[in-house]
């Protein structure tokens, strides 16, 4: 059984990941005697963070147990709330996940919210030591004038609608203006104006949700704005080539400076929606309609660069403009949210503080993935950052620094989450969910039909 914990090792989940990225990680595996306390460890969140931190220490560890908390009764998190739709290939490491979730000394413990069912301290109190990698369930405010205007919502929200996240499904997006604008120019932001843009028919076999899907279709949005507020060389969206900053510079110079061919030029001529760049702008206020009850444009700076280097910043010139438009998205990057009292909690940088994942003066406590180092970087980043984590987890346990003896584990937390009437969901329970979305997204000839009730999931499940 145990070698189906690791079976994962041998494939690369993202074919551009380079196969050194881990190779400079000591192993472990063959430092711990078969004789030690079996170790219990905790990993919250079952994200990319969550699940490639339970990997590293399944392998590493000969008897390691790991179970995985999860707020959702799914799991997988931003894989599969924040890919977006027309990117299937992205989600394939989920195959990787699964088969992780699959190893005998690892449990999957869906729609338990640690904070709320269970504190961080019953946590550590039944496990030698707590992983947190939970990511950022949060947006940055514009902190704007018309921020709070009808028109006017996050791109994270947004994107959480369409991929079926519980919690946005109210958004109700209203796309009947004919120019959306989205402060910000990173990859979210392009995945959201590619959503608003894209013709609904090239959607239809996707795993985007049936609600979402009936809304672009009557999506009246024709041009979309992507606003930064410095250049071309600063713009935070990446490409999958090597050499990506030079080779991304190259791409919009290209596109700026030369002449359309007779061809391209009629294409674009008779395109019916469009897309842009505007960069050296900075949002002011977002204007409201005459009626107060919208918005009907953006006021925004015109910056300019001053410094060299990482010390490069936006400055405003004196100059304003209007950019008239119905729909506005902010998009000017995620953040974490503190889970437990318990928890220290860096406010400004939305992040917990940590030397290397561990986390500052909470012995056994530790961080990976988005709520260690903030919202950057791609899967592949968080893949590297969460075996880094493991790895001062189990140097730490070599070291004898962690609780020493056996601990109870999910035995412990399960009597506590019955007695407060939670009912958990397994990773088995999760693959009769899934199986139900394949069933019913078959009729339409589509990979899947979203589950987007939590309840429904439940009632599924017969809970």
């Not at 969550?50 to 220490?57: E, I, K, P, S, V």
């Not at 979210?188 to 959503?195: K, M, Q």
């Given at each position: 059984?145990?070698?189906?914990?690791?079976?994962?090792?041998?494939?690369?989940?993202?074919p551009?990941?380079?196969?050194?990225?881990?190779?400079?990680?000591?192993?472990?595996?063959?430092?711990?005697s078969?004789?030690?306390?079996?170790p219990?460890?905790?990993v919250?969140?079952?994200?990319?963070a969550?699940?490639?931190?339970?990997?590293?220490?399944l392998k590493?560890h000969?008897?390691?147990h790991?179970d995985?908390?999860?707020?959702?009764?799914v799991?997988f998190g931003?894989?599969?709330?924040?890919?977006?739709p027309?990117?299937p290939e992205?989600k394939?490491?989920?195959?990787t996940?699964?088969?992780?979730?699959?190893?005998?000394?690892?449990?999957?413990?869906g729609?338990?919210?640690?904070?709320?069912?269970?504190?961080?301290?019953?946590l550590r109190?039944a496990?030698?030591a707590?992983?947190?990698?939970?990511?950022?369930?949060?947006?940055?405010a514009?902190?704007i004038?018309?921020?709070?205007?009808?028109?006017?919502c996050?791109?994270?929200?947004?994107?959480?609608?369409y991929?079926?996240?519980?919690?946005?499904?109210?958004l109700?997006?209203d796309?009947?203006?004919?120019t959306?604008?989205?402060l910000?120019?990173?990859n979210?932001?392009?995945?959201?104006?590619?959503?608003l843009?894209?013709?609904p028919?090239?959607?239809?076999?996707t795993?985007i949700?049936?609600?979402?899907?009936?809304?672009?279709?009557?999506?009246?949005v024709?041009?979309?704005?992507l606003v930064g507020?410095?250049?071309?060389?600063q713009?935070?969206?990446?490409?999958?080539?090597?050499r990506?900053?030079k080779?991304?510079?190259?791409l919009?110079l290209?596109?700026a400076?030369?002449?359309?061919?007779?061809?391209?030029a009629?294409?674009?001529a008779?395109a019916?929606?469009?897309?842009?760049?505007?960069?050296?702008?900075?949002?002011?206020?977002?204007?409201?309609?005459?009626?107060?009850r919208?918005?009907?444009?953006v006021?925004l700076?015109v910056?300019?660069?001053?410094?060299v280097?990482?010390?490069?910043r936006?400055?405003?010139t004196g100059?304003?403009?209007?950019l008239?438009c119905g729909?506005?998205?902010?998009?000017?990057g995620?953040?974490?949210?503190p889970i437990?009292?318990?928890v220290?909690?860096?406010s400004?940088l939305?992040?917990?503080?940590?030397v290397?994942?561990?986390?500052?003066?909470?012995p056994?406590?530790?961080?990976?993935?988005?709520?260690?180092?903030?919202?950057?970087?791609?899967?592949?980043?968080?893949?590297?950052?969460?075996?880094?984590?493991?790895?001062?987890?189990?140097?730490?346990?070599?070291?004898?620094?962690?609780p020493?003896?056996?601990?109870?584990?999910?035995?412990a937390i399960?009597?506590?989450?019955s007695?407060r009437?939670?009912?958990?969901?397994?990773?088995?329970d999760?693959?009769?969910l899934?199986?139900?979305e394949?069933?019913?997204?078959?009729?339409?000839?589509?990979?899947?039909?979203?589950?987007v009730?939590?309840?429904?999931?439940?009632?599924?499940?017969?809970?």
């Open positions: 059984m145990a070698s189906r914990c690791w079976r994962w090792w041998g494939r690369s989940a993202w551009w990941t380079p196969p050194l990225s881990v190779g400079s990680i000591p192993s472990f595996r063959h430092q711990f078969t004789q030690e306390t079996t219990q460890i905790c919250v969140g079952s994200g990319p969550g699940f490639y931190t339970a990997q590293h220490l590493q000969p008897q390691a790991v995985i908390y999860e707020k959702q009764p799991p931003l894989v599969r709330f924040g890919v977006a027309d990117h992205v394939n490491v989920i195959n996940f699964t088969q992780t979730a699959h190893c005998g000394r690892c449990a999957f413990w729609n338990v919210e640690v904070g709320r069912d269970v504190t961080v301290p019953e109190e496990y030698h707590v992983v947190l990698s939970y990511g950022a369930e949060d947006h940055r514009l902190e004038p018309g921020e709070e205007l009808p028109g006017v996050s791109a994270r929200a947004f994107v959480g609608w991929n079926g996240l519980p919690e946005n499904q109210e109700k997006p796309l009947s203006c004919d959306a604008v989205i910000g120019q990173g979210v932001a392009l995945d959201v104006a590619r959503i843009l894209t013709p028919e090239h959607l239809e076999k795993d949700t049936k609600a979402a899907l009936d809304v672009l279709r009557q999506s009246r024709k041009t979309v704005w507020r410095r250049g071309p060389l713009v935070a969206f990446t490409i999958k080539v090597p990506p900053r080779r991304l510079t190259e919009l290209r596109t400076m030369e002449k359309p061919g007779p061809e391209e009629a294409r674009r008779s019916s929606r469009a897309w842009g760049l505007r960069f050296f702008r900075s949002p002011q206020q977002v204007l409201p309609s005459p009626d107060g919208g918005a009907a444009g006021r700076a910056t300019r660069l001053e410094g280097g990482e010390a490069t936006a400055v405003p100059a304003m403009e209007d008239p729909l506005v998205l902010s998009s000017i995620y953040k974490s949210r437990d009292p318990s220290p909690f860096d400004k939305g992040v917990i503080p940590n290397e994942g561990r986390v500052t003066d909470v056994g406590l530790y961080c990976s993935g988005w709520v260690k180092r903030g919202p950057t970087g791609v899967i592949a980043t968080t893949m590297t950052d969460s075996f880094l984590t493991g790895q001062m987890l189990l140097q730490d346990l070599k070291a004898g620094l962690l020493s003896g056996p601990r109870p584990g999910s035995a399960q009597a506590l989450l007695s009437g939670v009912q958990p969901v397994s990773f088995s999760w693959e009769k899934d199986a139900e394949v069933a019913r997204g078959q009729g339409t000839g589509r990979p899947r039909e979203k589950l009730d939590p309840q429904e999931m439940l009632h599924l499940l017969g809970h």
